[in-house]
C-alpha cells in the first residue's frame, strides 16, 4: 500500500516527505479553504506542491460541466507532469474523463461510494478511483466493507489501462489496517492519521523502558 498525504498543507507534505513514506498527495477545495488559501493563489499553490512531492498530486475541478471540467483539467495539468486532475463522479465528470483520458491528461475520480460508480469511472478512463470509507460510517453504513466491494470489483475487470484505488476518507489506523488487508493500492491519509500509524502504546513503553536501562548502563 502507498500513502498519499489527504492535505493542502505544505508543512505537513514536507514532514511526511522527509520520513520517506509519502507517495502522493490529494487536495480538495475544504483543504486548501482550512489553508485559507485564496483563488488567486490556487494554482501556484498545487504547483509549489507538486515540487515537493514525488508522486501524483490530485488539484480538483469545481466546474460543473463537461466542458468547464475540461477546461480546469487542461490548466490544472499544464502546472507539473505530476498533476493529476480530481473529478468527482458524475455525468459530466464522466464524460469529461472520457475526453482528458483521450488528451493523455491522468484523472482521479473522486467521491466514489459504489461499485457501479467505480466502474463507471474506470471505464470512462479514470486512473485513480477513491472511495470515500468514513463519509459512509457517517450514515452507520460500512464504509470498509464498500471499499472492500470496490477493491474485489475493480480487480475482475481490464479496462485497458491502469486503474489505482485510492481509499479516501480514512479516519483511523483501522481504516487503514483493513484497506491494506484487502489490498487497496493506496490510503489518503489526513496528516493526523499518519503521525497515529507510527504509533503505538507498546512502542512507547519499549522506549521508554529502553532509556532507563541505557541510563542504568551509562550509570554502572
Ligand atoms: O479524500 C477525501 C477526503 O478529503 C474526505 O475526507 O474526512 O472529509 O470525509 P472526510
Redesign the pocket.
Known sequence: MKFFL?TANIAEIEEAASWGVLSGV???P??YAREGGKLADFHGHLKRICDIVDGPVSGETVGLTRDEIIREGVELAALAPNLIVKVPTMPEGLAATKALFDMGIKVNM??CFTVPQAILAARSGAAYV?P????FD?ISEDGIDQLEQVVIALDNYDFGHDVEV?A????SANHVTKAALMGADIA?V?FSVLKNLVKHPLTDRGLESFLADWEKVKNA
Open positions: 489527504d490529494t487536495t480538495n475544504t483543504l473522486t467521491l477513491s470515500f470509507v468514513g463519509r457517517d485510492i479516501a476518507s480514512i479516519r489518503t489526513p
